[in-house]
């Protein structure tokens, strides 16, 4: 290996451990301040450049706006049908869902995608679960009445919340990908990648607890899938890293309906790429239109 790269490398790695010292010394001095500021950050997605790929996807929709708390979020649509709705995870896009868009299509369906408040072509900085929630709402209430909803991640969380906590929300057929099953899990996990102490986690669920006006015990999944009474299909891969299978097994056991799809070596993201998820959630769709 060339000896510059060595030392630029070096360079690098002693940098990032003086961060990470500053970091602990700064929140064991000043544990409150550090926390509304780790807070700021975690409300706060990174967007990524627009690629090639992701500029086609959009020129090949039709393009629609979503009224959101005085902003419009960035719709696309494809086909003509019953309407299925697509709402990404954290730091996503509308277009991580792209591989469902065709085989909808092709099956009658009408699909909307959109991109959620801070993500994508869409206005705003930060983010949350109920922010989130308000906004797949007012999608609903834009492209409705729906047929079904596939959810990743992030934005599934927010789906199932938003449908536990307001039933008189209708999603047809509810499909969540990579759902964690709780907040707790979603800020801990989030701390551990950055390699800050674990003492901040508390902290930093305090400050987001009077951040979003509700306690942190409600942000559940699987408390809000006892309540649910829509059919549901859970799909999560058993090895995925971002949010525990265990998990997922307990909102699919509490969601009285609801099937669990296991995926293995999949991950967090590639189920939504997987050929074989792709063909059972549209067929769990379709189940539900030739049921009518």
Known sequence: MDVSIQVRRSQWTGAEELRRRAFYLLCSIAPGLMSRLLVEQFLTPQRRATSPREQAFRESACARSIPHNGMELAGYAW??????????????????????????????????????????????????????????????????????????????????????????????????????????GMVAQWVRARHLPERVTDKMQQVLAARVGEPMEIFSLPTVAASMRLPGLVVHDRQDPVAPFAGAEEVARRWRGARLLATDGLGHRSPLRSPKVIQEVVAFLARGEDSE
């Open 79 to 184: 086909g003509e049908g019953p309407t299925v709705l697509l709402v990404h995870g954290w730091e996503g896009r509308a277009s991580n869902l792209r591989p469902f868009v065709a085989p909808l299509v092709q099956r009658g369906f009408r699909v909307v995608a959109f991109d959620l408040p801070a993500h994508g072509a869409s206005p705003g900085t930060q983010t949350d679960l109920v922010d989130a929630g308000r906004a797949i709402r007012a999608a609903i209430a834009q492209v409705g009445p729906l047929r079904g909803v596939i959810a990743h991640s992030f934005g599934a969380a927010a789906t199932l919340l938003l449908l536990g906590w307001q039933p008189e929300v209708w999603a047809g057929r509810v499909v969540l990908v990579g759902a964690p099953a709780e907040l707790r």
